[in-house]
């Protein structure tokens, strides 16, 4: 069954849209392709899917090598905000881009959310 692009670009842009200190999202493969994305004007979204593909083949190493285990998510936190990566099923990786202000708890929970919607838009 193919998937239906338009339907995930709805659910993230549903979720930019209504999620309050949420700024972004994108959704790539492992391997660094862009299944969909609503970002901030000027990040461009081939790039993104490319660094976020990296970050998770390199935390990948790390938790391997540290015997941490499968990774679950991997954290960024800078003076302009959060880029949180989390796994999306086996085929997908879901990118959150989020304001400094952003509470961490309600972001997670928003974030687990949002996983299981597009889990099942995946299907």
């Known amino acids: 069954m193919a998937i239906d692009n338009q ?24 391997d660094g392709l862009p299944f969909a994305a609503t970002l901030p004007a000027g990040m461009e ?3 993104v899917a490319a660094m976020s593909a990296a970050m ?26 959060y880029g949180v ?7 997908a990786v879901l990118l959150v881009l989020a304001s400094q202000a952003a509470r961490q708890g309600l972001l997670m929970l928003e974030i687990k959310r949002v ?3 597009l889990k099942l838009a995946l299907m």
């Open 7 to 30: 339907k995930l670009n709805r659910v993230l842009h549903n979720f930019v849209t209504s999620t309050h200190d949420i700024q972004g999202a994108a959704l790539v493969t492992p």
């Open 45 to 47: 979204e081939e790039r």
């Open 56 to 81: 998770l083949s390199l935390a990948e190493r790390i938790g391997m090598e540290l015997a941490r285990g499968q990774i679950d998510r991997i954290y960024v936190e800078g003076d302009q905000g």
């Open 85 to 91: 990566l989390t796994s999306c099923g086996e085929d």
């Open 115 to 117: 996983v299981a919607e």
